[in-house]
C-alpha cells in the first residue's frame, strides 16, 4: 500500500503566470501537513524523533551558514533533510532564517515574500519577520509580497518543522519562493540577499535532485550535479545539469528541480574563498518501503561552513603511529578502490583523536620521484583520518596528470601526505615565509594553491612562487596576484619511505 505522503512534483516549466491580489492576508496555514508529513503534533515529533536518533553525533561544533535539504514526503527525504539540520547547534539564536524554493505551482516574475501573517504547521506558529519582508520588498523591484504563491507551495512548509524540532531558541523565518527560474533572477536575488549571508543568519535551501530516471541513473545524476555544487561555483552547476539533460536519460525531467534556489546561494557564496561545501548524505525514494527503483526522485543534504580563516595557525602534531596509520590508510583506499570499486571499513574507535579531529590535508602520489598526483581540501569540517581516505582515492582517478592504466602501477607509488594548519589571510606578500607556508590565491571565481614543499622543491623566489600559482594554478595572470586575495598556511608533511 503507498502512503498518502507525496514525493515531490516535477518542476512546472509550464505554468502559467499567476494574477496576484493586493488584499491583506492572515497566517498561511498549513497545507502539505497531512499530505507531505503528518497533520498531528505528536505524530510529527514522533517521526522527527526517529530520523535524528539515526544520525551520528557530529565532529565539530560548527554551524553551518547554508543548508542545502529536501522538500519531498518525509517517509521519502525526511532523514536526508534531518542529516542537513543535525549540523545546527540547537542553541543557536539567528536573527533571522532564510528560506527560499522555487515554485512548483505558479509562475511570477521575480521572487515572492509572505509579508502578511504568519507561517502554521501543526506544531504550532513560526514567525516571519514582517517588518523586515516588507521593507525588503518595499526596495528591491525583484521581490513583492504575493501571498497566494505561499498558499499551495509545499517546499517552505514542510522545513518548518524540523526548525521547530531542533531549536531551542526562538526564530523568526523569511520565506521567499523564486516565481521565474532564470539565471539572472538568481544572479540579482544573490546581490540582494548575499549582505545577510553571515554568521547571524541561516540559509535553507530547499530541493530535490533527479525526477524520474530510474535508480541506478538517478545516482550517478544526482552524483554529478552535487559534485557540481560542492565547487562552490555557479557556472559548474549550470554545467552539470546541461550535460544530465543531453544524456538524454530515460525518465529524467530535472536534474535539481529547485536549481534557480541552489543557483542563488552559489551566487552569494562562490567568491568567498573561506566557504567550504560537505555533502552529507545521498539518498532517493528507491531507499524508502514506499517507493520503487524504476521511478525516484534524489534527495542529497549538502551544508555551507565558513572556515576560520582569521585564526592563528593552530599548533599540532601527529606522532609516528598516526603518520603511519595515515599513510597505511591512503594506501589500502586507493587499492581497494582501484581493484574491487570499494573503499575499505575502518575502525574509528581505535582512532587517536588528532587522527578524528577536523582537519585539511593534501595526498600527494609519487611515481620514480616524479609527482603523478596532488589533491586535497581545506575542510576544517571532516574527520583529518577521512579527507586523507577521500582525497588518496581522488588523486589517484581524477587528478588529470594520473594515468591508472593498470592496477599494477599502485605497487609502484609512493604517497606523500601533507596535513594542513587553517588558512590565515594575509594583506602583503611580505608576510609569506618561502618554505614554511602554503599559499592560496583567490581572484573573483578563480583560485589556486602550492603547499610550502613547493618551494623548496623548484627553488623559485617569491615572486615567481606567485607569479606560477597565479598563472598556473589560479588561471589568471602572472602578476594578478598583487590584486588577489591571499591565504598561508602551513603543513605537516610526512611520505612513504623509498625502499617500501
Known sequence: MKAKYLIDAVWASSCVATVFSEEPMHNRKPYAAGRFYPDKPFEVNN???????????????????????????????GEIAASAYHQIDPNSKFERIFIIGSSHTSSFPGASLYCSGHYETPLGTVKVDLEFANQLAKENKLIRCYPEAHLHEHSLEVQLPFLQYLLNTDFKIVPIIIGSPTVETARKLATILKPYLN???????????????????????????????????????????????????????????????????????????????????????????????????????????????????????????DKTFLLQLAREAISGYIRKGTIPEVDQTSLSEALKAPGGAFVSLYKKHNLMACLGSFSETEPLWKVVQSKAVAAATRDYRFGMDHPIEISQLKIEISVLTPLKRIHSSDELILGKHGIRIVKGFSSGTFLPQVAAKTGWSKEEFLGHCARDKAGIGWNDWKTAKLYTYEALVFREEEDK
Not at 524523533?49 to 554551524?63: A, D, H, I, R
Not at 550517478?220 to 555557479?234: G, M, R, S, V, Y
Not at 557556472?235 to 536549481?259: F, H, P, R, V
Open 47 to 77: 517521526q522527527l524523533q526517529q530520523f535524528f536518533s539515526k544520525l551520528e553525533p557530529k565532529k565539530n561544533g560548527n554551524t553551518p551558514l547554508a543548508i542545502i535539504v529536501p522538500h519531498a514526503g518525509y517517509v521519502f527525504s
Open 199 to 321: 554568521e547571524k543568519n541561516l540559509f535553507v535551501i530547499s530541493s530535490d535532485f533527479s525526477h524520474y530516471p530510474n535508480y541506478k541513473d538517478a545516482c550517478k545524476a544526482d552524483q554529478l550535479t552535487a559534485e557540481a555544487i560542492q565547487t562552490n561555483k555557479a557556472a559548474k552547476l549550470m554545467d552539470a545539469l546541461k550535460y544530465n539533460e543531453q544524456k538524454n536519460i530515460s525518465g529524467l525531467q530535472t536534474s535539481l528541480c529547485g536549481w534557480s534556489s541552489v543557483m542563488t546561494l552559489l551566487y552569494m557564496t562562490e567568491e568567498m574563498p573561506d566557504i567550504t561545501v560537505d555533502l552529507l548524505q545521498y539518498k532517493n525514494s528507491g531507499d524508502s518501503s514506499y517507493g520503487d527503483k524504476d521511478r525516484v526522485v534524489g534527495y542529497y543534504a549538502i551544508a555551507f561552513f565558513r572556515l576560520k580563516t582569521e585564526n592563528p595557525a593552530n599548533e599540532f602534531s601527529l606522532n609516528n603511529a
